[in-house]
């Protein structure tokens, strides 16, 4: 569909075409990018009830994006586009509940709108759910439940579940210790791109636990977890170096 088609339907109040236009000026494709210009397109769906025009607007008055930076009426957005269903929202909305400074912290919300998120199909969303499963943020801890949702996301392909999921047997919570199972699992998560299974394979190769002892092997995994970034790991191959 062309520019121009798209424009004139968004100028005779079609709230998916505003939508279109919103994102064209957010992120300049086709067009000089303006924020502010991406903002009242978005405002315009977001007014005739669009659900994804809100959680727009939401994030960029959460950001400060195109407009004055407002927590509280970023929280106002993502709240009605998460009524309305919009599953992005209904993330967002649990993120700022979590881990936004400026918003009182509220781990029983954020339970609730995370796993609304994830019901709708949000990896990421699951992901903090088994988090706080675990750890018993929000609600009792629940290792059975956390598990399922951490195989769940690995099955998804996403590589910190795994981690978790491996951690759990490797220390025996939840689940009989199992260090064989656990490295198999944190094989495949390293395989995956985590650097935290990286760097606990390096350990595992240290001490031979669920796997055969070997310093070079420990090497070849620190470094690759430490060329990712991870502290931890760049910690350790100093230690052995000397």
């Known amino acids: 569909m062309s520019y121009e088609t798209v424009f004139q339907s968004a100028q005779d109040g079609d709230p998916d075409a505003q939508v279109a236009m919103g994102y064209l000026f957010f992120e300049g494709n086709g067009v000089v990018q303006d924020r502010r210009e991406a903002a009242r397109w978005f405002g315009l769906a977001a ?8 959680c727009n607007l939401g994030h960029m008055r959460a950001h400060g994006t195109g407009m004055r930076l407002d927590l509280e009426k970023a929280m106002e957005l993502y709240t ?22 400026g918003i009182e912290q509220d781990w029983e919300k954020a339970y609730y709108w995370y796993g609304k998120a994830a019901e709708a199909g949000n990896v990421m969303a699951l992901y903090r759910v088994a988090v706080m499963d675990e750890e018993g943020r929000g609600v009792p801890v629940n290792l059975r439940k956390a598990s399922e949702a951490y195989e769940r996301c690995f099955d998804a392909g996403y590589p910190k579940a795994g981690f978790r999921l491996a951690m759990m047997h490797l220390e025996g919570r939840g ?4 260090p064989d199972r656990a490295s198999k699992i944190m094989a495949r998560a390293a395989e995956m791109g985590s650097e935290d299974a990286m760097c ?5 190769s240290l001490t031979g636990e669920g796997m055969v002892k070997s310093e070079n092997n420990a090497r070849k995994w620190f470094t690759k ?5 991870n502290e931890e790991a760049a910690a350790i191959l100093k230690e052995l170096k000397r």
Do not use: C, H, I
């Not at 007014?47 to 809100?54: F, K, L, S, V, Y």
């Not at 599953?87 to 700022?96: E, T, W």
């Open 47 to 54: 007014d005739q009830g669009n659900a994804e025009a809100m």
């Open 80 to 101: 009605r586009s998460a009524e309305l269903g919009y599953p992005r929202a209904m993330f967002n909305l649990g993120v700022m509940y979590t881990d936004v400074k």
């Open 175 to 178: 689940f009989q210790r199992n």
């Open 200 to 204: 606990a394979l390096g350990k595992m």
């Open 225 to 229: 977890a430490a060329n990712r970034g």
